[in-house]
Nanobody, 119 residues
Framework: QVQLVESGGGLVQAGGSLRLSCAAS????????GGWYRQAPGKQRELVAM???????KYADSVKGRFTISRDNAQNTVYLQMNSLKPEDTAVYYC?????????????WGQGAQVTVSS
Protein backbone atom coordinates (compact mmCIF):
# COMPACT_ATOMS: atom_id res chain seq x y z
CA GLN A 1 0.00 0.00 0.00
CA VAL A 2 1.21 3.48 -0.89
CA GLN A 3 0.28 6.68 0.90
CA LEU A 4 0.64 10.25 -0.36
CA VAL A 5 1.15 12.93 2.28
CA GLU A 6 0.78 16.56 1.31
CA SER A 7 2.14 19.61 3.09
CA GLY A 8 2.65 23.30 2.48
CA GLY A 9 -0.82 24.76 2.04
CA GLY A 10 -1.96 27.88 3.81
CA LEU A 11 -3.14 31.48 3.57
CA VAL A 12 -1.22 34.00 1.51
CA GLN A 13 -1.86 37.44 0.07
CA ALA A 14 -2.23 37.96 -3.66
CA GLY A 15 1.17 38.10 -5.30
CA GLY A 16 2.70 35.83 -2.70
CA SER A 17 4.16 32.33 -2.99
CA LEU A 18 3.59 28.89 -1.53
CA ARG A 19 5.26 25.54 -2.07
CA LEU A 20 3.33 22.29 -1.86
CA SER A 21 5.02 18.95 -1.25
CA CYS A 22 3.69 15.44 -1.82
CA ALA A 23 5.67 12.54 -0.40
CA ALA A 24 4.92 8.93 -1.25
CA SER A 25 5.53 6.37 1.46
CA UNK A 26 4.78 2.73 2.16
CA UNK A 27 5.66 -0.28 0.07
CA UNK A 28 6.63 1.79 -2.95
CA UNK A 29 9.12 0.74 -5.58
CA UNK A 30 8.99 3.93 -7.63
CA UNK A 31 6.87 6.95 -8.35
CA UNK A 32 6.02 7.20 -12.03
CA UNK A 33 3.91 10.19 -13.07
CA GLY A 34 3.03 12.76 -10.41
CA GLY A 35 0.88 15.82 -10.43
CA TRP A 36 -1.44 18.29 -8.79
CA TYR A 37 -5.15 18.91 -9.21
CA ARG A 38 -7.29 21.53 -7.52
CA GLN A 39 -10.93 21.95 -6.67
CA ALA A 40 -12.53 25.26 -5.81
CA PRO A 41 -15.94 25.44 -4.09
CA GLY A 42 -18.72 24.67 -6.54
CA LYS A 43 -16.30 23.72 -9.31
CA GLN A 44 -14.98 20.50 -10.77
CA ARG A 45 -11.54 19.19 -9.95
CA GLU A 46 -9.06 20.36 -12.57
CA LEU A 47 -5.51 19.48 -13.53
CA VAL A 48 -2.95 22.06 -12.46
CA ALA A 49 0.35 20.44 -13.42
CA MET A 50 1.80 17.02 -14.16
CA UNK A 51 5.32 15.64 -14.37
CA UNK A 52 6.27 12.37 -16.00
CA UNK A 53 8.90 9.88 -14.92
CA UNK A 54 11.36 11.45 -17.38
CA UNK A 55 10.67 14.97 -16.14
CA UNK A 56 8.31 16.04 -18.91
CA UNK A 57 5.87 18.62 -17.58
CA LYS A 58 2.39 19.84 -18.45
CA TYR A 59 0.57 22.86 -17.03
CA ALA A 60 -2.92 24.28 -17.11
CA ASP A 61 -2.98 27.50 -19.14
CA SER A 62 -4.12 29.43 -16.07
CA VAL A 63 -0.90 28.69 -14.16
CA LYS A 64 1.73 28.70 -16.90
CA GLY A 65 4.61 31.00 -16.04
CA ARG A 66 3.58 31.18 -12.37
CA PHE A 67 3.68 27.57 -11.11
CA THR A 68 6.53 25.08 -11.40
CA ILE A 69 6.24 21.36 -10.79
CA SER A 70 9.32 19.34 -9.91
CA ARG A 71 10.23 15.98 -8.39
CA ASP A 72 12.86 14.31 -6.26
CA ASN A 73 13.00 10.68 -7.35
CA ALA A 74 15.26 9.66 -4.46
CA GLN A 75 12.66 10.95 -1.99
CA ASN A 76 9.59 9.91 -4.04
CA THR A 77 8.36 13.48 -3.65
CA VAL A 78 6.64 15.90 -6.01
CA TYR A 79 6.64 19.65 -5.45
CA LEU A 80 4.53 22.53 -6.71
CA GLN A 81 6.08 25.98 -6.43
CA MET A 82 3.34 28.58 -6.75
CA ASN A 83 4.34 32.18 -7.39
CA SER A 84 2.36 35.33 -8.16
CA LEU A 85 -0.69 33.76 -6.56
CA LYS A 86 -4.12 35.16 -7.39
CA PRO A 87 -7.41 34.93 -5.46
CA GLU A 88 -8.71 32.63 -8.20
CA ASP A 89 -6.01 30.12 -7.24
CA THR A 90 -7.89 29.52 -3.98
CA ALA A 91 -8.82 25.83 -3.83
CA VAL A 92 -8.06 22.51 -2.22
CA TYR A 93 -4.98 21.13 -3.97
CA TYR A 94 -4.74 17.36 -4.37
CA CYS A 95 -1.62 15.43 -5.18
CA UNK A 96 -1.99 12.53 -7.59
CA UNK A 97 0.68 9.95 -8.38
CA UNK A 98 1.08 6.71 -10.23
CA UNK A 99 3.30 4.55 -8.06
CA UNK A 100 4.54 1.01 -8.37
CA UNK A 101 4.62 -1.54 -5.58
CA UNK A 102 5.11 -5.29 -5.60
CA UNK A 103 1.69 -5.89 -7.13
CA UNK A 104 1.83 -3.36 -9.95
CA UNK A 105 1.30 0.31 -10.78
CA UNK A 106 -1.71 2.19 -9.40
CA UNK A 107 -2.99 5.72 -9.06
CA UNK A 108 -3.15 7.35 -5.63
CA TRP A 109 -4.56 10.60 -4.24
CA GLY A 110 -3.32 12.73 -1.38
CA GLN A 111 -5.62 14.05 1.33
CA GLY A 112 -5.73 17.58 -0.03
CA ALA A 113 -4.17 20.86 1.06
CA GLN A 114 -6.11 24.11 1.36
CA VAL A 115 -4.61 27.09 -0.44
CA THR A 116 -6.30 30.43 0.22
CA VAL A 117 -5.20 33.59 -1.56
CA SER A 118 -6.57 36.84 -0.17
CA SER A 119 -6.98 39.98 -2.28
Amino acid sequence: QVQLVESGGGLVQAGGSLRLSCAASGSIFSMDAGGWYRQAPGKQRELVAMIGSSGTTKYADSVKGRFTISRDNAQNTVYLQMNSLKPEDTAVYYCYAVASDQSGAYGYWGQGAQVTVSS
